[in-house]
């Protein structure tokens, strides 16, 4: 099936996120959509799957335009997506996942379970999606939950299958076997339409590359072309890839972290007997799979989530049984993995979220009231020094694109004096243009002689920035190795392998 | 957040013919003209529509339950001119009687007599919507002013009658009395929600059972119950804990009113400037982010509900010491007004002064319906269905927007009010 969109424009009033975008993907192609977080890359999608009526252009499918006035009118024409997160649910099994929204039925209305299950088999078998059908989908890990996403798809008859940023939660060696499955669909005739921000996976997989900036098809390119061509059509200026720093100089020991157990209230383990140091002036990685107890491990160094037992300490006084409050005001930086959910108030003004921790401490405020002049004016300055692009500092932090709400988070959490900064997931969700900024910003707090505990699920990101790193599964630290270890070696560990097994695969 | 959705897109400055032109023209920051947010859903200009709206609707109702325009419309055919012009003079008839009722009646012996009726509607409706609209903003619905009112009346009404102090002494102490009675109340949800977690729309329902019953209980008491204890009412309050009169003793309106401003100034002061008020606010929009960055959820929780229920403790007060009630404590003391008071501070969208604007429109129209009884043959009752209609029309700006072809603004929404469910 080939599919084509010509002119294709949507406008949100005033605001054009697509403008005349002109798109072509052959049958069995992968066509990889490449762009920046705002760029535009899901509208587009949205405005395939139906989901937006696209306000001019039109959507061509083997020569036949089409208007879908939904989802299901996409799914009719082949269309399937994967979307970003899923769409599942949870306490349903995968073959009743599978059927759901075009169920098979038997007399009298009842379910043919029987035949979902064959129809999830007899797929899994084709494409390598190996799933039992009978399993709930609650208790699928992530990766298994996604191939579940693809088989809906392709129970539909989809032609054009469409993934949304599919590699975002998944371990290396997970992304290696959907990569074979994507190789397996296009073997087959399936069209894909691959929406990705990572360079890597891109020129892996693509046949052909369209990039988009800022709502307009700035360019098509070979998948020979190189990261920083990529990366600088993305952009539309040259980035540096790879961050710059001199080896660590680290000092005392700033975080002490010792047998540290978290359960919760259910019983579950999260971090389980984990021991740690950082010291001033370096960067400690914790690289794994989202999930293995790491928001648990930050969240009790900053006195979010009271430890089971074990002990933390900074700069030698201990801090287990201190309040969040007390321990940000002992100079922690902690920026959260969720902005949107921890990190900022959509709502409240950028200004307000620069000093969503320290309204109450001079000059910004006392015990009664706040002193709004100094409020603004560290607006002004912090939204100068740190980039933040925005109309005004009075904006909503809603209305910020990812990378500028990072911006705003760093920018308060780096503008105290700090003796540690807990960071996690630094740059997930913010554009390739602003993930250098945000390096360059943590690797200059390291050399100031802050200690920096970082928790990544981007490898790239800990291979880039850490001066040690240890890899966290189901809980504990399974494995320190230096940052100069391989690919390999990292994969296996994340996945639950020992050290001395990930030694041996090198 | 790869999510792309139109309210997350970047706006960085190059970007945009319009931003571009606006640059150009001098402005570093980009402001809207009047004619910009009158065309736009701004709060504002959605709560005027929606007014104007239920008074269109509400003069619909004013023709049907006309029996002149009926008769007329029976030979409508015949004499179409005389439906229409009867169907005019109804509803003409009603919005003067209303607003005679309401702001001024120059044929009445006190021309100055409604208004001063209407300030006294308002004051208990703006104090305990502003109560309301403090709770709202901390992500918390307040159920619970009628209870709360009904507790600072039944302690300010006690100090009043039972206490005998000098002038000036008295009436601050049962202020304080009555503000006190209110916070506890209140108090009580909020140390609930913040301890155990127990949703404070529940427990303020349950309180104010428990307030009503308490206070029924009260009147059944001989040191409580005014002799010779054959009506449920408690005893007087004595003169010296009583509101002033403002406009002279032959009008209704006293001092409740000034303290009604100035618990608006407060609670604007507090949302605004006040270190609390920030608190408050940041665990109303995202408590895990207010939980992130340090502040205690659970004693913000417990500290809004004690301003929240001083606040009710105010409009007790101005009940029970002010002229509404006989200055005597009775059942229904409260007067209705802890529900009207959600309405009141719906109506307000979040703000102190929408409130205070809001609990004046209510004040007034509960002012006008009895003049509308007086002088035309509409129900009173219209009055009851004009404020529902507002709030109808405001809770679906959607309809608004339609109706008015308004362009839809990011800021717009009802997105504080619809929290205080999930709180």
Known sequence: MKLELRGITKQFGSFTANDHIDLVVEPGQIHALLGENGAGKSTLMNVLYGLYEPTAGEIIVDGEPQKFDGPGDAMRAGIGMVHQHFMLVPVLTVAENVMLGDEYTKSAGMLDQRKAREVVRRLSKDYHLEVNPDVLVEDLPVGIQQRVEILKALARHAKVLILDEPTAVLTPQETDHLMDVMRSLKADGTSIVFISHKLREVRAIADTITVIRRGKVVGQADPSATPAELAALMVGRPVQLQVDKAPADPGDVMLGIEGLHVISPTGQVLVDDVSLQVRAGEIYAVAGVQGNGQSELTEAVVGLVEPTSGTISLDGRDITDTSTDEILGRGVGYVPEDRMHDGLIGSFSIAENLVLDTYDEAPFGNAVSLNLQEITKNATERVEEFDVRTQSAEAAASTLSGGNQQKVVLAREMSRPLKLLVISQPTRGVDVGSQEFVHKRIVAERDRGTAVLLVSTELDEVIGLADRVGVMYAGKIIGELPPTASAEEFGLLMAGQTATDAKEAS | MTDEGPEQQPAPPERGDVLVAEQEAGGQ?????????????????????????????????????????????????????????????????????????????????????????????????????????????????????????????????????????????????????????????????????????????????????????????????????????????????????????????????????????????????????????????????????????????????????????????????????????????????????????????????????????????????????????????????????????????????????????????????????????NG
Not at chain 2, 59 to 66: F, G, K, Q, V, Y
Not at chain 2, 126 to 139: D, E, K, P
Not at chain 2, 373 to 397: G, K, S, Y
């Open chain 2, 29 to 421: 920051k980009t402001r809207d003209t009047i004619g910009d947010i009158l065309r736009s859903d701004h709060p504002a200009v959605v709560t005027v529509l929606a007014v104007i709206c239920a008074m269109i609707v509400g003069a619909i109702l004013i023709i049907a339950s006309d029996s002149a325009t009926r008769e007329a419309a029976g030979y409508f055919t015949a004499a179409p001119m005389d439906t229409i012009s009867a169907a005019w003079d109804a509803v003409k008839d009603a919005y003067i009687a209303l607003f005679q009722g309401a702001i001024y009646n120059p044929n009445a012996p006190q021309a100055l007599s409604p208004i001063s009726e209407t300030l006294v509607y308002a004051t208990p409706l703006i104090l305990a919507g502003l109560s309301v609209t403090l709770a709202f903003r901390a992500g918390l619905f307040n159920i619970g002013a009628q209870g709360q009112i009904l507790m600072s009346a039944a302690l300010a009404g006690y100090i009043g009658f039972a206490w005998h102090l000098p002038a000036g002494i008295h009436i601050i102490v049962a202020i304080v009395g009555g503000i006190v009675g209110g916070a506890i109340w209140a108090a009580v949800a909020g140390l609930l929600k913040a301890k155990t977690g127990a949703h404070e729309v529940i427990t303020t329902i349950m309180l104010n059972y428990i307030a009503v019953f308490f206070v029924n209980w009260l009147l059944t008491e001989r040191w409580f119950q005014a002799p010779p204890y054959n009506q449920a009412q408690s005893r007087t309050v004595a003169g010296n804990a009583q509101f002033w009169h403002l406009m002279g003793s032959d009008l209704r309106v006293n001092f409740s009113f000034i303290l009604a401003i100035a618990a608006t100034v407060f609670v604007w002061w507090l949302l605004k400037y006040g270190t609390f008020g920030f608190r408050v606010r940041a665990v109303g929009a995202n408590q895990d982010a207010a939980r992130t960055a340090g502040m205690s959820v659970a004693s913000t929780y417990i500290g809004v509900m004690i301003v929240v229920g001083a606040l009710c403790g105010l409009a007790g007060v101005s009940q029970i010491l002010g002229t509404a009630n006989n200055y005597q404590v009775t059942a229904s003391v409260d007067g209705g007004v802890g529900f009207t008071a959600i309405t009141v501070a719906l109506l307000g969208r979040g703000t102190a002064w929408g409130t205070f604007a809001a609990g004046l429109l209510f004040g007034a129209l509960s002012a006008g319906s009895g003049q509308l009884q007086v002088a035309t043959q509409t129900p009173p009752d219209l009055v009851q269905v004009l404020q529902a209609l507002v709030v109808i029309f405001i809770a679906a700006p959607g309809l608004i927007r339609l109706i008015f072809r308004l362009r839809r603004s990011k800021s717009a929404g009802s997105a504080v009010l619809a929290k205080g469910w």
